[in-house]
């Protein structure tokens, strides 16, 4: 064996040993959480695909409908207003809060729809959070009950972000679930190491747009505290059901130098253009108009 064919096979052992090496130290890792929260799931990935049979929600392979085009029209002007080269930019405008006044208006629902559509993006990678800590209903429509997610990442130094994130079976879709309930969320959202997270995820990649499903601003202080890590908010309002003075209540406690905007959800009759509700405090009267 030649000197040369010699160093090549030390380097391929080399290689083969630090692989290894990386192997029993994400094993060890995974030990050790698993040991410290055995109720705990850590799960890499997930099926989107069966519980959009199910669900009245968008299909990867589906057609042309009125809900695919309304959906179209209600991502595009936060995709402008995220990466949109003409956009007056707000800070982590990448980064959409999605809430309502109270619950039971559909805003899990429109989360996930709102992902489905944006993933189909040829150049924008999407990952929820699930931010409602004391309902969750976003981690169990997907069945990630019992997984690490954001509170993990708030409490514990064990984990990193590669531990939460959830991939799924669609392209470009990946999810944080909630993790475990913790009477200390409020407080959890509104620290330091929340802000660096969020600043983190929302800078890491410049394709990624973040959509953070949180819970009603009505009925808990944390959406409040949470709205001002974001630069785009959307509030889902339920046509029939939720009362003006509860919308103007819950639009009250933002701040109007964010770019918010309104989903008018469960529409009983549709005219063309008239599905998205428009925007409150956006710093640039032509931007972020839905067609």
């Known amino acids: ?27 060890d890792k995974k ?12 799960t890499k990935k997930c099926s989107f695909q069966a519980m959009l049979k199910h669900g009245g929600f968008l299909l990867p392979d589906m057609k042309d409908t009125v809900q695919l085009d309304e959906y179209r029209q209600i991502k595009r ?7 949109g080269k003409c956009a007056v930019r707000e800070e982590r405008a990448n980064l959409v809060m999605i809430t309502s006044s109270v619950a039971g208006e559909g805003k899990t629902y429109t989360t996930i729809n709102l992902a489905l559509s944006m993933a189909m993006e040829r150049d924008t990678t999407v990952l929820i959070i699930d931010g409602d800590n004391i309902r969750a209903s976003l981690t169990r429509s997907l069945g990630l009950d019992g997984s690490i997610g954001l509170i993990e990442l708030l409490t514990d130094e064990n984990f990193s972000v590669e531990d939460t994130i959830v991939k799924t079976d669609i392209p470009k879709l990946s999810v944080i679930p909630s993790g475990r309930v913790n009477a200390f969320s ?13 600043k983190e995820l929302a800078e890491r990649y410049n394709d990624r747009i973040i959509l953070f499903d949180s819970p009603p601003l ?31 209540e819950a639009v009250g406690l933002l701040d109007h130098k964010k770019i918010i905007g309104t989903i ?28």
Do not use: C, W
């Open 186 to 198: 409020t407080e959890l959202y509104a620290s330091e190491k929340m802000q660096h997270l969020l």
């Open 31 to 42: 030990a050790t959480i698993a040991g410290s929260y055995p109720d705990r799931n850590i």
């Open 77 to 83: 002007p936060l995709l402008i207003n995220a990466f």
């Open 218 to 248: 009505l009925q808990t202080s944390q959406t409040k505290v949470l709205s001002h890590h974001a630069g785009q908010i959307m509030l889902v309002v339920e046509e029939g059901k939720t009362p003006l003075k509860a919308v103007v």
């Open 1 to 27: 064996m030649s000197s040369i064919e010699r160093a090549m096979e030390e380097l391929k052992q080399e290689g083969v040993s630090g692989q290894r090496k990386l192997d029993n130290e994400a094993m």
């Open 264 to 291: 008018i959800n469960k529409r009983r009759y549709r005219s063309s253009g008239d599905y998205y509700g428009g925007y409150y405090g956006v710093p640039d009267k032509d931007q972020g108009k839905a067609s």
